[in-house]
């Protein structure tokens, strides 16, 4: 047994007697305890830092039937003093309280799916080995986990957005474009979790090493990867683009973070600037005449690739179609309206004419 895994074995026992505490019986000498086995070495200076509610928060933190590592709303003015408080605790403090969170909310089994999905291989164990708090609303946790292979990968737990990013998960693979895999979970005590790997590549909008030497080398199949996906986008409605393709090392263009569907009417706001427009603007920005002789090309090979993957949607709309009524439950929750109703704007939109 790794001395890992006896130090997280320790601190379970401890974290189960202290929870058999009422929380309104618990005294800032228990807090001290456990923080002392969780690893920081002058708990009474980490419990005394100047956060309303702090002690509080402290025990959602530990909470191991929460899968929250960011016990506050993200909204909160004090957000970022408690994502720091907690970034401040040595890391393997943070292995240990996200491990430890495991059992009772059934993840374990969910991250074990997202690995043999991700990688074809199955595993029956892991041990996480960092865990780090990021400031995206819907990628709040980034951890990483070691198999018994001694392989690593990194994976985000999602707590915002996921039934959206879910539905739209499975559609990809129906009409032929690539996609990271992504596993819904509902904990016990009936949290909503998001499990997917975390996305490797060049992010086209955001990245800084999109450069005219990039641009110039890898713009054609970057240019006709996002058309693809965003004529399945416009079948489906996703409203939030810029800054989702991902261009991988297999030189695929994946898109991440759907969380918006459904937007399919005319006055529905989008957050999309098409790549045929940016690209140029990124490469020439002082130049128009070359920035408009790129952008006409772009244009040219985009439309391309959008007809011809508007023919490949059409022609699998009956697996589409499937799939959607599969997830009829989760599509009312999600849209709040009659499932027949978002499914006839999907099928106009699939068959129309652009």
Known sequence: MSSSHTALQKYERALNRYFQTPASERRTGDREKILKILGVDNPQEFLGMHIPLWEAKLDELLDPTSTDMLPISIAHSYVNWVRGAIRMMPAEARVKIFSS????????????????????????????????????????????????????????LSRFGCMGEYIYSGLPKLVGLPALPAVYHVTPQGEEVLLKPKEEGTNIYLDD?????????????????????????????????????????????VMIDNIELFHLEETDVRIFEPIHEFLPKKAYPDDRPKRERLQDKMRQEYEAAYADQRTVIRKAWPEIERYLIGMRRNIHAYAGEVFEMVMTRVKAQVFSGK
Do not use: M
């Not at 009772?104 to 029956?124: D, F, M, P, Y």
């Not at 996480?128 to 070691?146: A, Y």
């Not at 996002?226 to 991988?248: K, N, P, Q, S």
């Open 209 to 253: 090493s999109v450069t005219l030497a990039r641009i110039n080398r890898d713009g054609v199949w970057w240019v006709a990867g996002a058309a693809r996906h965003d004529a399945l986008g416009d079948c489906i409605g996703t409203a939030l683009r810029y800054g989702h393709y991902v261009a991988t090392p297999k030189k695929e263009v």
């Open 101 to 156: 969170k495991f059992k009772a909310t059934g993840l374990k089994k969910s991250i074990l799916t997202l690995l043999q999905e991700a990688t074809g291989e199955s595993h029956r164990d892991f041990e996480v080995t960092e865990v780090l708090l990021i400031e995206k609303v819907h990628k709040d946790t980034l951890f990483t986990v070691r198999t018994p292979d001694g392989k690593e990968r990194d994976l985000y």
